[in-house]
């Protein structure tokens, strides 16, 4: 594989003491020896992967699903377990002003389908993935942030819409009491355990019957007729058609077209010992609802079920030991910050994972030029659990030769190159201090 980060950043050592792992164990799948076929093979086990693994094995198509690690291993394994509205980093009126009201309507439309589509998933294949939170809430760290808040409510409420909008003096009464300035509530997204809901699509994917490999890492993807032949460490995988499912995780020549077309960047995330009554009654926070806050490097936040507190951020622009304390310390330093009653409340897991960024700042899903018969979906900026999920399911209908039945906006469907190709990492420091100053 040809990674573009140190060897670390793919390695155990950022995901260690991941909070997930101790909430369910992950099942046992084979992994892939001698010579195997499918109709379709697919690269990487996370939401995308598996649920066009699911949506096409119910299909009727023979599917095969080639995890690189163990299950649950990447990003869809360890994120912060926000299934929301996004996966653009542009704003609406940007949207809509590079590629058109109708293209902009129909991207937004399908997030909100992506949304639904989890949700559907989870009460169709009974899966018990710890789900609350009524949408979730934006909260402005400044003033300026609060009257665009504020002007965003009302832009809502002329549209028909109906937003939860609160001032700041009503934030403590709703027990969301912090250094904040306002908040908005968008009625869309709930949150959930990310690893039960992934091992949940799984199952379905297997009953359904999809073979699932682990240990299984794609060295190689080659054309072979009208097909492809994937070569794995102990085994070769023969498929008449490819989906690329790697995201944040992803390499630079599986298949050579992706080399320069994505961004990894590093998320670090920690929880926190279950907060008694009291610690929650001195910071004045007891809502359930997820968060996050107004900041360009935002904050990500949320009191779950059993009453522990996740908090995350953007992760470090290295990855070696050495950074990976740094960051941790950062977001220590933040968590305490934000909630200062909550000065001596202990963490007991910390860890970190990639996200993926695209140039256009939008996701890709769909066929890869001139490669027929091969599809990818990847660069969720951060919100892969809904976005993944629903690239998946459109995939699935691509595979099969059909126009997709959720929205599928023509913004998904082209992917241009960084500058600096291997060495574009480079873009990523001096974009950091801009939206931090910005911020």
Known sequence: MRRIFSSYAYGPGPRTNCWWDETIAAP??????????????????????????LHLAESGLSVAVLEAETPGWGASGRNGGFCCLGGSKLSGGTMRRVFGKSAADTYHAGEEAAVHLVRGLLQSHGIDADTHSNGETQLAHTEKAARRL??????????????????????AGKGLN???????TTPVGFALNPRKYLFGLAKAAQNAGARLYQRSAAQSVQQAGRGYVIETDQGILSAAKVIIATNGYSSEDLPGWLAGRYMPAQSTVMVTRP????????QGWFSHQMAYDTRNLLHYFRLMPDNRFLFGMRGGLLASPRAEAGIRRKLRQDFEAIFPAWHDVETTHFWSGMVCLSRNLVPFIGPVPERPGMFAGLCYHGNGVAMGSYAGRLLSDLVQGRGPTLPYSPIVQKMSRFPFGRARRMLMPPAYAVLGLMD
Request: hydrophobic residues 45%; glycine residues 14%; negative net charge.
């Open 178 to 184: 912090g250094r904040f300035h306002a908040a908005l």
């Open 150 to 171: 504020q002007a965003e409510a009302e832009k809502l409420r002329r549209a028909g819409g109906e937003p939860d909008f609160l001032t700041r003096d009503q934030l």
């Open 28 to 53: 046992d799948w084979p992994v892939l020896q001698g010579g195997k076929s499918a109709d379709v093979a697919v690269i990487g086990g996370g939401f995308t992967g598996m649920s066009a693994a």
């Open 275 to 282: 907060l008694t009554r009291a610690e929650l009654d001195a």
